[in-house]
Structures are given as C-alpha cells and as structure tokens.
T-cell receptor
Framework: EAGVVQSPRYKIIEKKQPVAFWCNPI?????LYWYRQNLGQGPELLIRYENEEAVDDSQLPKDRFSAERLKGVDSTLKIQPAELGDSAVYLCASGGSGINEQFFGPGTRLTVL | GQSLEQPSEVTAVEGAIVQINCTYQTSGFYGLSWYQQHDGGAPTFLSY????GLEETGRFSSFLSRSDSYGYLLIQELQMKDSASYFC???????????FGKGTRLSVIA
C-alpha cells in the first residue's frame, strides 16, 4: 500500500515568490493534515480536512497561506507571497476515522532566500 | 490551550534502556501518542495510550498516568538506529488534531 505522497521534496525560492505543495493521502483516509515543522521543533498544525471540508484552520496564516482539497482526496497548500520566516518543512499526514495513528508523508523542505 | 514538556536531549548506551518523559497540560485529554523521526525523515507512529498503564510493542513501551498528566516512552535494548527525535503528542478529544511536543533528541552511543 502506498504511503502519503508529497511533492516536491525540496523547494528553494526567493522571498515574495509564490510556492505550492501537493499531497496525496493514503487511499481511503478521510482526514488530511498539513503541518509545518521548524528546525528542532515538533510539527505544528496548519489545517485539517475532513473529506473536502476544512474543519480546523485556526493556525493557518490566512493572509498568505491557502489550501484546498477539492474532491476530498489530494490537497494543495499555497504560500503567496513567501517570507523568509516560512522556511521550514511542510508535512502532510492522513488518517482514517477512529484511527489514532497519523501517517506522515516525507515532507517538503522549503527554503526562502 | 495545551503544552507539553519533554527533555530536549538524551544520550544512552547501545544495549541499555532509556526512558523519555512527557508531561502535559491540556484543557481536555483524549490520549497520548509517541512518534519517532529520523533526521530528514517523516514522523512515524510508535504507540498510543488512551488509558492509564503500559502499552508494549516490541522494544518500545509507553506508559500513561492521567492523574499525573504524565507519560513516558521506554526503549529497551537500544540500537544505534534508535538515534532519532521522539515526540509526544496529545489530543483534546477524538475529533481534534494532535498537538506535538518539541521533541527529545536521542543519541545512542557505543
């Protein structure tokens, strides 16, 4: 069974440029999460989807970040414009109903110059 | 809000046993999870405690005391490959996301 797929794995951009990350969760998983992980820290939730509905986006900086999960399967997280402080690893995770375990993708390491 | 405290670094000898503690403060509590993350890798699930007591999975065990808001991860027969960061995470309810601690970096030495 394929795990959570993310692309790209690495991205280097200049500040003020846009960037997008893509995630395909494990088949059948209704819940999808986007986390941001800074160096030496734990993952911090940005947004959680139940199917196509964003049910928890209180930590998403909505002035520059946006996300979508149009058909309740794969998802895209966008930053526009990027700032130096956005340099981090962006992790996608998925889980099924009633499952305590979250399955993480390999992440996208973003460097903003 | 929620807060979790765990040691930032732990060093242990190959073959030995190590315990990584986690204390938490949450407005609600649904369970305590542990994740392992190697450098440059994805966090991977190790264990979950919803009730007080010890859960064992091979060399990894996790303990929870809800009355003390405390848990720990125990790793036995340490191997070099266990060198990684370990995160405890809590959930307020069954329908809320995990909140992660800052992680404990475990170094296993020969």
């Amino acid at each position: 069974e394929a795990g959570v797929v993310q692309s790209p794995r690495y991205k280097i951009i200049e500040k003020k440029q846009p960037v997008a990350f893509w995630c395909n969760p494990i088949s059948g998983h209704n819940t999808l999460y986007w986390y941001r992980q800074n160096l030496g820290q734990g993952p911090e939730l940005l947004i959680r989807y139940e199917n196509e509905e964003a049910v928890d986006d209180s930590q998403l900086p909505k002035d520059r970040f946006s996300a979508e999960r149009l058909k309740g399967v794969d998802s895209t997280l966008k930053i526009q414009p990027a700032e130096l402080g956005d340099s981090a690893v962006y992790l996608c995770a998925s889980g099924g109903s009633g499952i305590n375990e979250q399955f993480f993708g390999p992440g996208t390491r973003l460097t903003v110059l | 809000g929620q807060s979790l405290e765990q040691p930032s670094e732990v060093t242990a000898v190959e073959g030995a046993i190590v315990q990584i503690n986690c204390t938490y403060q949450t407005s609600g509590f649904y369970g305590l999870s542990w994740y392992q993350q190697h450098d440059g890798g994805a966090p991977t699930f190790l264990s979950y405690n919803g009730l007080d007591g010890l859960e064992e999975t091979g060399r990894f065990s996790s303990f929870l005391s809800r009355s003390d808001s405390y848990g720990y991860l125990l790793i036995q027969e340490l191997q070099m490959k266990d060198s990684a960061s370990y995160f405890c995470a809590v959930r307020n309810s069954g329908n809320t996301p995990l909140v992660f601690g800052k992680g404990t970096r475990l170094s296993v030495i020969a």
